[in-house]
């Protein structure tokens, strides 16, 4: 599956369970996914790869990311 599907899959599943979905611009012509609940947002980063460095697809160790990779949380003021 190519990541744009994978979005628009993972979308319709949150959407389907209740979850406010909607799109972000991460830069141009490059979207990602925002859920939104409990007063705050949060912005998904999907991507295709492990970043550069990252982890071996058979490397069997659970994968551990530096926190704010993944994910950006924003509360409202």
């Known amino acids: 599956m190519k990541v744009?599907?994978?979005k628009d899959w993972l979308a319709e599943q949150l959407q389907k369970r209740?979850?406010?979905?909607s799109r972000y611009d991460v830069a141009s012509?490059?979207?990602d996914l925002a859920v939104r609940g409990e007063?705050?947002?949060?912005r998904l980063r999907i991507v295709r790869t492990s970043?550069?460095?990252?982890?071996r697809p058979d490397?069997?160790?659970?994968v551990q990311?530096?926190?704010?990779?993944?994910i950006e949380v924003r509360r409202p003021d």
Do not use: Q
């Open 65 to 70: 990311r530096p926190a704010g990779t993944a």
């Open 59 to 62: 490397d069997a160790n659970a």
């Open 51 to 55: 970043p550069p460095g990252g982890e």
């Open 4 to 6: 744009e599907g994978f």
């Open 18 to 21: 209740g979850v406010d979905v």
């Open 39 to 42: 007063g705050a947002e949060y």
């Open 29 to 31: 012509g490059l979207s």
